[in-house]
C-alpha cells in the first residue's frame, strides 16, 4: 500500500472514531428498567413516565445539563427480579450510563453486587434495602429520601400529632395490615421498637398475597378496636383493605398508608370507601407545581409526554418519577461542577449524588417548592434525611393535611449501622473513611481553586 | 349476645359469603371440564377481560346495559373462538396437553386485553352501596349478599337451562358418557361451543361482581386461585359441589385464619384452604358427593 | 476427515451429538461468550432446564402432574444458604447435595396426596405445597437468618479452593453440576426403577400385578424430582441471580417449568433442555426483534403485551402441531436428515 494512502486511511478512521466518540462524549445514559405491563403496571408507567418527562424537559428547555444530552432506553421487567437481570445485563455496556432505577425491591436487591462491581450508582427511592443508608458499607447504592424504617418513624409522628404529641400516644392501639412478602415484614421490628418506646400497643397482621380477600383480617380488626391502622400494602391489597374495612364499619380517616399505598392507582378502586382514608408522601401529588407546570407546556403541549394519559400528570407516580428525574439531574449537575461538563463515569456520578444537597431555596429555584421538600445526601448518609407529608382522598383527588415532618433518623441509624456492619462483616468488607474521603475532596477542591488562581 | 359468640357469627357468615364468591369462579371450570374434561385455566384470564371490557365501555359512555350485552357478545366470541381454535384441533390428546394450551390461551387473553384496554386500574360501581347492616350485633355486607343472590340467581339459571333445554340435556348426556352420546348422535363440537359460551358468561359475572370488590386490575386474573381448592374438594364437575365447597372453604378458611392464625402465624389463608381440602379427601376419597371419578385412585 | 465423521455420526448420532455439545458447552463458549450471554441466558437456561429436567423425572416418566416445582426449588435454595451458613466448614458440593436431600425429603411429603390422588386433583393438592413454602420461608425468620428484608445473598461460589466467581465462572459451574445431573437422571430412566417409573404412568393396576411397589415408586419419583428440582434451585439462587428471595419462586415459576416440560417433550431428557431454550431465549428475541422494528423510544408496555400475546399463540400452536413436544420436532427432522431413527 503506497504511504500516502495509508496515510489517509488512517486520517479517515481516526476522524471517525472522533465522530464516534464525540458522539457519546456530551451524552449521559439512563437506562430504565421499567415496568409498563403486569400487576404492577400501574405505578411503573407513572414512574418511568415521569423520569423520562423531566428528562424530556431538561433536553428540550436546556438543552441537556451544560449541554451534556440525557438519553434513556427502555426494558420491559413486569416487576420480576431475573428479568430486570436481564435488562441490567442487556443494557450495562451502553456508554455514559449516569445511574440505574429499577423502582423494584427484588430487582434492586439483585442489583447490589453488580452495580458495585461495574461502580455504577443504584437509586432506590423511597424503596430498597434499609441499611443501604449506609453509604460507608454500600458505596452505589442511595435510598434516596425515605427508607422503610424512617417511613415508619414519619409515620408515628404524624399519629402522634393528631393525638397531640408523642407522649400522648402512650395507651394507644395500633394496628398494622402488611403484605405477606419479604417487602411487607420489613418494618415489623421498627414497630415494635417504637412501641415499646413511645408505650402504644401495636398489633401486626399479615395479609396473604396477592390480598385479593381480607374478610378475617379486618374482623380480627373489629374485634381489637385499634385507635389507628397502619397499612403497608401493595397493589390490590391496598383498594381491598379500604373496601373491606368499610364493610366491617372501621372508618377510613383512621388508616393511615405507606409510601406503597399512597397512589391514586390505590384508592380509585375503592371508590367511595377510600374518601377520608390518609397516606405518607415524600412528594405531595398535584399539578400546580411550576416544574410540573412546565413539563405540560414544554412536553405534553408539543405532544412528546410519555403519559398515554393526560390525566395523570400530577398524580403520585408521575411526580415521583419526576422528582426522581429532578435528583438525578441534579447529581450529574453537581458531579459536572466538580469533575467537567462532560459525560462522567459512574463513579463520578456517585460522587455526586453523595453530594447531592438541595436546600429550600434550591429546591424553589427547581421550581419544585412544595412538591418536596429537601435532600442532603453525604457520603455516610445515603437516604438524604427526606421529610414526609400526610395527604388525605378526598374522593377525587390527594390533599396535604400536615406539615413536612422529620423522621427520628437519630434513633433508627444505630439499628441501621448494625446492620449494614453485620452485611460487611459476612461479605468481608471494610467500610470506608468517609471523613477521609471528604477532607482529600476538600483538598483537592482547594489546589483546582488555586490553580485556577 | 355474648360477644364472642358474635364474633365467631360473623367470622362464619363472612366466610360463607366469600365462598360464594370463590364458588362463582369455580363453576366456570366446572362447566368446561365436565363436557370435555379441560382444566381451563384461561378462565381467569376471562374473568379479567370481561371485566376490563365492561368497566371500559362504561368509561367510554356507554349507558350501562349497553355495555353488559356489548360484553356479552365480546364474551360470547371470545369462548367460541377459543374453542374453534384451540380446543378442537387438541381433541382427544391428553389432559395435560389441554391444560397447558388453556394457559397458552391465558396468555394471549391477558396480554390482549391490556393491550386493547390499557395497564390502569378502574373503579367498578355497580350502584350497591357497602355498608354494613348491624342484625344484633353482627355485622353483614350488603354488598356481599347482593352478590350471593346473584350466584344463586345464576346457579338457578344453568340447572333449569340444563333440565329442561335441548342443548342442555345434550350437555348432561356428554357429561355422563360422552362415548354414548356421540353414538346418539349428539354432536359434541356444538355442546363444547355451548359450554365455552355459558363460561364465558359465568366469567362475566364473576368478573363483575369481583371487579367491584376489588377493582379492575391485572389481579384480577388471580382470583382462580381461591377457586382451585373449591374444586378439589366439590369436583371439578359437579355445579352443587362447587356451591357446597366453595361454601365450606370460605367459612374453613376465615376460621383458621381467626382462630389459629395466632397460634402458627397469621397470613396462613392462601395454603389452609388446600390443606383443608387436601385433608377432608384423603379421609373421603370420594369427594364431597361421593361421586365416582377415574380421576381419584 | 469427513467421511470418518459422517460414518462415526452415522454410527451413534446422539453420542457424537452429545460429544460435540459438551465441547461446544465447555471449550468454544467460555472463550467466546460476553458476560451477557453467561449472565442473562446460559446460567438461568441451565438451571431452568435442570428444573425442567427434576419435573419431567415426575411428569414425563412417572406420569405426576405436579404444579409445585418452584417450591421444591426454594427449598433447595434456603436449604443450600443456611447449610452455608450455618455449616460454614461444609464444602459447596456437600452443602447442594444436602440441599438436594432436603428439597427430596420435603417431596416425599408432598408426594403423600399421590398415594389417594391422581391427575387434576394432585396437580392442584402440589399447589398447598407451592403456597406453604411461600409462607413459611416469609414467616419463619430463621430460614432467612433473620435478615429484616427478607431478602438474602448467596454465598460466594467456591469448590474446592476455586473461585466461580465471575460471570463465565457461575456458567460453567452450573454446566458442570448439570451435566453431572443430566447424566445421573439418564442412567435413572434406564435402570429398574427408570422402567418402575413408566410402568406406573403407563398403567398402574398392571404395574401392580406385576409386582412393582406402587406407592412406593410414587414416593420415589416425587424424591427424585425434587432432588434435582432442589439443585436447580440452588444454582438459580447461587449461580444466577445472587440474592434467595421467595417472590422468585412463585407459582408463574412453577408454571414456566411445566410449559418447559410439557414444549420440550414429557419423558424425554432432551425436552427439559429444549423447552428451556424455548422458554428462555424466545421472549428475548421477540423483544429484540420488536425493539428493532419499532424502534428503541417505543413503549416497552406494549412491545411486551404484543409478546405476551405471541408467546401464547406460539404454545397454543406447538401443542397443537406436535403434541409430543420439541423433542418429538427434532426426532423428526433427525428421521428426514439420517434417514432413520436415532438410537
Known amino acids: 500500500m503506497p504511504r500516502k494512502t495509508l496515510a489517509r486511511a488512517l486520517l479517515a478512521g481516526s476522524a471517525l472514531l472522533a465522530l464516534a466518540g464525540g458522539a457519546c462524549a456530551d451524552e449521559q445514559h439512563f437506562p430504565l428498567q421499567s415496568y409498563r405491563v403486569g400487576p404492577y403496571a400501574a405505578g411503573g408507567t407513572g414512574f418511568f413516565g415521569g423520569f423520562i418527562d423531566y428528562l424530556t424537559l431538561i433536553n428540550s428547555r436546556d438543552g441537556g445539563v451544560n449541554g451534556v444530552k440525557l438519553t434513556w432506553s427502555e426494558g420491559e421487567t413486569q416487576y420480576e427480579v431475573e428479568r430486570g437481570v436481564e435488562v441490567y445485563e442487556r443494557l450495562k455496556s451502553r456508554p455514559g450510563i449516569a445511574a440505574w432505577n429499577p423502582l423494584s425491591v427484588g430487582i434492586a436487591y439483585a442489583m447490589i453486587d453488580r452495580v458495585t462491581a461495574d461502580q455504577v450508582p443504584l437509586i432506590t427511592i423511597n424503596h430498597g434495602r434499609t441499611d443501604s443508608t449506609d453509604g460507608r458499607v454500600f458505596p452505589y447504592v442511595f435510598p434516596l429520601l425515605l427508607n422503610p424504617y424512617s417511613e415508619t418513624s414519619g409515620i408515628i409522628e404524624y399519629l402522634a400529632t393528631r393525638e397531640g404529641g408523642l407522649d400522648k400516644l402512650r395507651g394507644k392501639t395500633i394496628a398494622v395490615l402488611y403484605h405477606g412478602s419479604p417487602y411487607g415484614k420489613e418494618t415489623i421490628p421498627i414497630y415494635d421498637l417504637l412501641a415499646k418506646q413511645h408505650g402504644f400497643k401495636v398489633e401486626q397482621i399479615e395479609v396473604p398475597h396477592p390480598g385479593n380477600e381480607q374478610q378475617s383480617q379486618w374482623l380480627t380488626i373489629r374485634r381489637l378496636k385499634p385507635d389507628y391502622v397502619v397499612l403497608r400494602g401493595w397493589g390490590v391489597m391496598n383498594p381491598v383493605a379500604l373496601k373491606t374495612a368499610q364493610k366491617t364499619g372501621f372508618p377510613a380517616n383512621r388508616i393511615v398508608g405507606n409510601v406503597w399505598s399512597n397512589s391514586e392507582e390505590d384508592v380509585i378502586p375503592a371508590g367511595e370507601a377510600a374518601k377520608g382514608y390518609v397516606a405518607i408522601t415524600t412528594q405531595a401529588s398535584g399539578a400546580e407545581y411550576p416544574v410540573i407546570q412546565e413539563i405540560v407546556r414544554g412536553v405534553y403541549d408539543k405532544g412528546t409526554g410519555n403519559l398515554a394519559d393526560k390525566k395523570r400528570i400530577g398524580s403520585v407516580y408521575h411526580n415521583l418519577g419526576v422528582l426522581n428525574g429532578i435528583l438525578n439531574v441534579e447529581a450529574v449537575r453537581i458531579a459536572q461542577d466538580h469533575f467537567g461538563k462532560r459525560t462522567l463515569t459512574g463513579d463520578e456520578v456517585r460522587w455526586g449524588f453523595e453530594h447531592l444537597r438541595l436546600d429550600e431555596a434550591r429546591v424553589a429555584a427547581l421550581g419544585a417548592k412544595g412538591l418536596f421538600h429537601s435532600i442532603n445526601v453525604t457520603c455516610a448518609n445515603h437516604e438524604g434525611e427526606g421529610r414526609v407529608t400526610f395527604q388525605q382522598w378526598d374522593g377525587a383527588k390527594w390533599q396535604v393535611v400536615s406539615d413536612w415532618l422529620k423522621p427520628d433518623w437519630a434513633a433508627l441509624r444505630p439499628i441501621i449501622e448494625a446492620s449494614s456492619a453485620a452485611y460487611a462483616k459476612e461479605r468481608g468488607l471494610t467500610p470506608r473513611d468517609c471523613a477521609a474521603e471528604e477532607r482529600a475532596d476538600a483538598s483537592t477542591a482547594k489546589r483546582a481553586s488555586a490553580d485556577g488562581r | ?297 | 476427515m469427513a467421511t470418518a465423521l459422517t460414518l462415526r455420526v452415522a454410527h451413534s448420532p446422539r453420542a457424537t451429538g452429545i460429544v460435540l455439545l459438551m465441547a461446544l458447552a465447555y471449550g468454544v463458549i467460555p472463550l467466546v461468550g460476553s458476560s451477557y450471554l453467561f449472565e442473562a441466558i446460559l446460567t438461568p437456561f441451565l438451571a431452568l432446564a435442570l428444573a425442567g429436567l427434576g419435573l419431567n423425572l415426575l411428569t414425563g416418566y412417572a406420569g405426576l402432574l405436579s404444579l409445585g416445582s418452584a417450591a421444591f426449588m426454594a427449598v433447595g435454595a434456603y436449604a443450600a444458604f443456611n447449610l452455608s451458613l450455618r455449616l460454614p466448614g461444609l464444602p459447596l458440593s456437600v452443602t447442594i447435595l444436602l440441599a438436594g436431600g432436603i428439597a427430596a425429603a420435603a417431596g416425599v411429603i408432598a408426594g403423600l396426596p399421590a398415594l389417594r390422588l391422581r391427575g387434576f386433583y394432585l396437580a392442584i393438592s402440589t399447589l398447598a405445597v407451592q403456597f406453604f413454602v411461600a409462607w413459611a420461608v416469609n414467616r419463619i425468620g430463621w430460614l432467612s437468618n433473620n435478615s429484616p428484608s427478607g431478602v438474602i445473598n448467596a454465598p460466594r461460589l467456591v469448590v474446592a479452593g476455586l473461585s466461580f466467581e465471575d460471570a463465565r465462572g457461575r456458567y460453567l459451574f452450573s454446566l458442570t453440576v448439570v451435566a453431572l445431573l443430566t447424566f445421573a437422571a439418564w442412567r435413572l430412566v434406564r435402570s429398574p426403577t427408570g422402567r418402575n417409573l413408566v410402568a406406573i404412568r403407563d398403567h398402574e393396576t398392571a404395574a401392580r400385578v406385576v409386582g412393582v411397589k406402587v406407592a412406593r415408586t410414587k414416593l420415589l419419583a416425587f424424591a427424585l424430582s425434587s432432588f434435582v428440582v432442589g439443585v436447580a434451585g440452588v444454582l438459580w439462587a447461587f449461580a444466577y441471580l445472587r440474592t434467595v428471595e421467595p417472590a422468585g419462586f412463585n407459582l408463574d415459576r412453577s408454571f414456566q417449568i411445566l410449559f418447559i416440560v410439557i414444549i420440550g417433550g414429557l419423558g424425554t431428557l432432551r425436552g427439559a433442555f429444549l423447552g428451556a431454550g424455548f422458554i428462555v431465549v424466545l421472549p428475548l428475541i421477540l423483544s429484540r426483534l420488536g425493539a428493532a422494528i419499532l424502534g428503541d423510544g417505543f413503549d416497552s408496555g406494549t412491545l411486551e403485551m404484543v409478546q405476551r400475546i405471541v408467546l401464547g399463540v406460539l404454545i397454543v400452536a406447538v401443542l397443537i402441531r406436535e403434541p409430543a413436544g420439541l423433542s418429538a420436532l427434532l426426532d423428526r427432522a433427525g428421521r428426514r436428515l439420517f434417514g432413520r431413527p436415532p438410537a
Open chain 2, 1 to 297: 349476645m355474648n360477644p364472642d359468640l358474635t364474633f365467631f357469627i360473623e367470622v362464619v357468615l363472612g366466610g360463607l359469603l366469600s365462598g360464594v364468591m370463590y364458588a362463582l369462579v369455580a363453576i366456570g371450570f366446572v362447566l368446561i371440564y365436565k363436557t370435555s374434561g379441560v382444566l381451563n385455566f384461561a378462565q381467569g384470564a376471562m374473568v379479567l377481560f370481561a371485566a376490563l371490557t365492561f368497566v371500559s365501555l362504561v368509561e367510554r359512555g356507554l349507558p350501562f346495559p349497553a355495555a353488559l350485552a356489548a360484553t356479552l357478545a365480546v364474551m360470547v366470541a371470545v369462548g367460541l373462538t377459543v374453542e374453534r381454535t384451540v380446543l378442537r384441533p387438541l381433541v382427544n390428546q391428553p389432559p395435560i396437553t389441554l391444560f397447558m394450551a388453556t394457559l397458552g390461551v391465558a396468555y394471549v387473553i391477558e396480554g390482549a386485553s391490556q393491550l386493547v384496554w390499557g395497564a390502569q386500574v378502574h373503579a367498578l360501581d355497580l350502584g350497591i352501596d357497602d355498608t354494613p347492616f348491624d342484625i344484633a350485633g353482627v355485622l353483614v355486607s350488603r354488598f356481599d349478599l347482593f352478590a350471593a343472590g346473584i350466584a344463586g340467581l345464576m346457579v338457578a339459571v344453568l340447572t333449569l337451562f340444563f333440565r329442561y333445554t335441548r342443548t342442555g340435556l345434550a350437555f348432561r348426556a356428554v357429561a355422563d358418557d360422552p362415548l354414548a352420546a356421540l353414538n346418539a348422535g349428539l354432536r359434541l363440537p356444538r355442546i363444547w361451543s355451548a359450554v365455552w359460551i355459558a363460561s364465558g358468561i359465568v366469567a362475566l359475572v364473576a368478573g363483575l361482581l369481583w371487579g367491584a370488590r376489588l377493582g379492575v386490575q391485572f389481579s384480577l386474573s388471580l382470583v382462580v386461585l381461591k377457586a382451585l381448592p373449591v374444586l378439589v374438594l366439590g369436583g371439578f364437575d359437579s355445579i352443587a359441589g362447587a356451591i357446597v365447597a366453595g361454601l365450606i372453604v370460605g367459612a374453613a378458611e376465615k376460621l383458621a385464619e381467626v382462630y389459629l392464625g395466632p397460634l402458627i402465624g397469621s397470613g396462613i389463608e392462601g395454603w389452609i384452604a388446600y390443606v383443608a381440602a387436601l385433608a377432608f379427601l384423603l379421609i373421603k376419597p370420594s369427594g364431597l358427593f361421593g361421586l365416582r371419578s377415574v380421576e381419584r385412585a
